[in-house]
């Protein structure tokens, strides 16, 4: 999967708002080409403005981030923004053109691309997005998944390394959801190195293998989700709210059933039920009602 070359290096980082709320702390961190990363954490936690630092929008206060191995200090925002998309968390904040045809042309302006194949991208990325069946329609005419869809298209028709979503699945139906993650499988097989901002447990859990967890503008810990998840001292420091099968997990371990606390699936915790009820009825004799 992961090919070992750190594609971000995040190094000593702090970062001060002008009002002097202290966002990040020493943030230091490594993501590698290829990877699928997500970050998580409250509401407050950092988690915005340390993703903003990777493509200048946010310039840290002491520290540097690398990019490629580059130092990113003194390049422009729109120098980093071919390699590095944001999609942020409210597309319609990212939206501004009379069409959504413009709006795709706008984006691959810093490309400096001719008018042709100004064209033929845009055409082929409505098209994936399926979008072309409203090219002529104003973004603000768009429901709130296509809004988000049309951002996506946005940054995606400008083909960065690297794609960071901050929390894409907030607000999104089933539907939209499970585009989204067709989207970022076809996206991982293309080489690309995806970071995802969630506070989604489930969705975490079920497709991200690494997750790092933010609490006061530190980092409190970065490893395997499943294993950061099933951690009660992480899970209460950053107020993560576990998903309702994980709570039942707790609930039977309290009352004496040894569940294990990697039952976070509908199919482990009806096996693992079958079997214990199976057992328990053997040892019992069965039958005896
Ligand atoms: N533009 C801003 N000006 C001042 N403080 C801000 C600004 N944006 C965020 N903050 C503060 O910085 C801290 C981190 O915010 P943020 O990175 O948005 O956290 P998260 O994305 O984890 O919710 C919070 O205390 C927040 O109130
Ligand atoms: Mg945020």
Known sequence: MSQNYPLIVVHDVDYKYLNGTVALRKINLKIYKGELVGIMGKNGAGKTTLIRTFNGLIRPTNGNVYINGENIKSKTTGTLSQKVGIIFQNPQHQVFSNTVEEEIKYSLKSLNLSKQETQTKTDEILKKFDLDKYRERSPLNLSGGETKKLAVASIFCRDPDILVFDEPTLGQDAKEIRFFIELIKNEMNNGKTIIII???????????????????????????????????????KSALILPQISQFTTALNEIGIPCPNNTYSKEKMTEFLADYIKNKSNVVGGGNT
């Open 198 to 236: 969630t506070h989604n447990i489930e969705f975490a859990m079920e497709y991200i293998p690494r997750t790092i967890l933010m609490a006061d503008g530190k980092i409190i810990a970065d490893g395997p989700t499943k294993k950061l998840i099933t951690n009660e001292f992480l899970v209460k």
